[in-house]
C-alpha cells in the first residue's frame, strides 16, 4: 500500500477571499491536483489546506472510481482543515486540538493573547480490520502574520518576537500530536500499525519535528536502526531517510528546498516500508515555485506549491 500527506494550498471552492477568483482558475487547480493524485495512486492521502468541503468533493470526483472522504471539523482562522481522501472505508477515532493536560497556554501575539489549543485539528481514522490507524495534521505555519494582516515587520524585533510565538505555537501543537500517537500506539508500537502524516512546517531535525519520535537511537540509518529495545513500544520513525537525497524536499521558500511534509511509522510498518518519496514516484517534485513571506501571491494558482510526500508499505 502507498500512504501519503499532501498540502492542497488553499483549496477553496471559486468567490471567496482565498480561493481562485473564478471558474477558470478553479478547474486548472482541481485539474493540476488531480493528475498528480491519478499518478500517485495512493491507497490513503492525508490532506491539508481544505477551505471547502464541497471542493474536495469536486476533486474526487475528478478522480474517478469511489474515494471516501474524512474531513476535521476543527478549522484554522481562514476555515482550512486537514483530512483523508482513502480507497476504502475510514472510521473517525480522534479530531481534537486539545493540548494535554500539564501544557500550559502559550504566548500568540505582542497583546499577551495566549494560545490554549491546535490552530488546525488533529484527525485520527481507523482502516480495515488490522487496524491501520492514521492521524493527519498541519501544524503551525513558519510564514508569518503581524498585527494588522501585515506580513511583513515594522522592524527587527517585531520579526524576532513573532518568530517565536510561532515556534512556541508549533512546538505546543507538535507535543499535543504526539499525546495524540500515544493513545493510538497503546503502549504497543511493536503490535500496532499507527501512522503519523501532515505538514509538520519544519524539517527532520527540527526540535519539533524531533517531540513526535518518541525514544531518540533508532532512527532509519543509524547504527540501532536494528536493535530492538523497550523505546519501540513508544517510537515513531520519520520516512525521510528513505527519500532519495535529490529529492528530500517538499517545498521551496525562497529559493531554499525544505522538507517540511513528513510519513511517521510505527515499529511493524517501518520495518516494512519498501521506499519513500517526494512528488511522483521515480521523479521526485513537479518544478514546485519559490514561495515567499506573502501567502495571497500564490491565490488561484493551479496545483500546490508543496509536493506530496509518500511511503510504500509492503505486505
Same mark, same amino acid.
Given at each position: 500500500?502507498?500512504?501519503?500527506?499532501?498540502?492542497?494550498?488553499?483549496?477553496?471552492?471559486?468567490?471567496?477571499?482565498?480561493?481562485?477568483?473564478?471558474?477558470? %482558475?478553479?478547474?486548472?487547480?482541481?485539474?493540476?491536483?488531480?493528475?498528480?493524485?491519478?499518478?500517485?495512486?495512493?491507497?490513503?492521502?492525508?490532506?491539508?489546506?481544505?477551505?471547502?468541503?464541497?471542493?474536495?468533493?469536486?476533486?474526487?470526483?475528478?478522480?474517478?472510481?469511489?474515494?471516501?472522504?474524512?474531513?476535521?471539523?476543527?478549522?484554522?482562522?481562514?476555515?482550512?482543515?486537514?483530512?483523508?481522501?482513502?480507497?476504502?472505508?475510514?472510521?473517525?477515532?480522534?479530531?481534537?486540538?486539545?493540548?494535554?493536560?500539564?501544557?500550559?497556554?502559550?504566548?500568540?501575539?505582542?497583546?499577551?493573547?495566549?494560545?490554549?489549543?491546535?490552530?488546525?485539528?488533529?484527525?485520527?481514522?481507523?482502516?480495515?480490520?488490522?487496524?491501520?490507524?492514521?492521524?493527519?495534521?498541519?501544524?503551525?505555519?513558519? +510564514?508569518?502574520?503581524?498585527?494588522?494582516?501585515?506580513?511583513?515587520?515594522?522592524?527587527?524585533?517585531?520579526?524576532?518576537?513573532?518568530?517565536?510565538?510561532?515556534?512556541?505555537?508549533?512546538?505546543?501543537?507538535?507535543?499535543?500530536?504526539?499525546?495524540?500517537?500515544?493513545?493510538?500506539?497503546?503502549?504497543?508500537?511493536?503490535?500496532?500499525?499507527?501512522?503519523?502524516?501532515?505538514?509538520?512546517?519544519?524539517?527532520?531535525?527540527?526540535?519539533?519535528?524531533?517531540?513526535?519520535?518518541?525514544?531518540?537511537?533508532?532512527?532509519?540509518?543509524?547504527?540501532?536502526?536494528?536493535?530492538?529495545?523497550?523505546?519501540?513500544?513508544?517510537?515513531?520513525?520519520?520516512?525521510?531517510?528513505?527519500?532519495?537525497?535529490?529529492?528530500?524536499?517538499?517545498?521551496?521558500? %525562497?529559493?531554499?528546498?525544505?522538507?517540511?511534509?513528513?510519513? +511517521? +511509522? %510505527?515499529?511493524?510498518?517501518?520495518?516494512?516500508?519498501?521506499?519513500?518519496?517526494?512528488?511522483?514516484?521515480?521523479?521526485?517534485?513537479?518544478?514546485?515555485? %519559490?514561495?515567499?513571506?506573502?501567502?495571497?501571491?500564490?491565490?488561484?494558482?493551479?496545483?500546490?506549491?508543496?509536493?506530496?510526500?509518500?511511503?510504500?508499505?509492503?505486505?
Amino acid at each position: 500500500m502507498l500512504l501519503g500527506t499532501w498540502n492542497l494550498e488553499n483549496l477553496y471552492r471559486p468567490g471567496g477571499p482565498f480561493g481562485p477568483r473564478d471558474e477558470a %482558475s478553479y478547474e486548472a487547480k482541481l485539474a493540476a491536483l488531480a493528475a498528480v493524485i491519478t499518478e500517485l495512486d495512493p491507497t490513503l492521502l492525508g490532506v491539508q489546506e481544505v477551505g471547502d468541503a464541497e471542493a474536495l468533493k469536486d476533486l474526487a470526483a475528478l478522480l474517478g472510481d469511489d474515494w471516501c472522504l474524512a474531513l476535521s471539523e476543527h478549522a484554522d482562522s481562514r476555515g482550512t482543515v486537514v483530512g483523508f481522501l482513502s480507497r476504502t472505508e475510514v472510521t473517525v477515532v480522534a479530531d481534537t486540538t486539545a493540548f494535554p493536560a500539564k501544557l500550559r497556554p502559550v504566548q500568540a501575539d505582542d497583546a499577551g493573547l495566549t494560545a490554549t489549543r491546535a490552530g488546525r485539528g488533529f484527525l485520527a481514522v481507523e482502516v480495515g480490520d488490522g487496524p491501520l490507524r492514521v492521524a493527519v495534521c498541519h501544524l503551525k505555519s513558519k +510564514l508569518l502574520t503581524y498585527p494588522d494582516g501585515r506580513f511583513q515587520p515594522r522592524d527587527e524585533g517585531e520579526r524576532a518576537r513573532y518568530s517565536a510565538y510561532a515556534l512556541y505555537r508549533r512546538a505546543a501543537e507538535a507535543t499535543a500530536l504526539r499525546a495524540l500517537a500515544d493513545d493510538l500506539l497503546g503502549g504497543d508500537g511493536q503490535g500496532r500499525d499507527v501512522v503519523i502524516l501532515g505538514d509538520l512546517n519544519d524539517e527532520v531535525q527540527a526540535a519539533t519535528t524531533q517531540i513526535l519520535l518518541g525514544p531518540p537511537g533508532s532512527e532509519i540509518g543509524t547504527p540501532g536502526r536494528d536493535r530492538p529495545d523497550r523505546g519501540d513500544a513508544a517510537r515513531l520513525w520519520d520516512v525521510a531517510p528513505l527519500i532519495p537525497p535529490g529529492q528530500r524536499y517538499s517545498r521551496i521558500h %525562497s529559493g531554499r528546498r525544505e522538507l517540511i511534509d513528513h510519513v +511517521l +511509522l %510505527s515499529h511493524r510498518l517501518a520495518r516494512r516500508a519498501t521506499a519513500a518519496g517526494t512528488g511522483l514516484p521515480g521523479e521526485g517534485p513537479p518544478g514546485l515555485p %519559490s514561495v515567499g513571506p506573502d501567502p495571497t501571491e500564490r491565490r488561484g494558482a493551479p496545483g500546490s506549491d508543496h509536493a506530496p510526500v509518500w511511503v510504500r508499505v509492503g505486505g
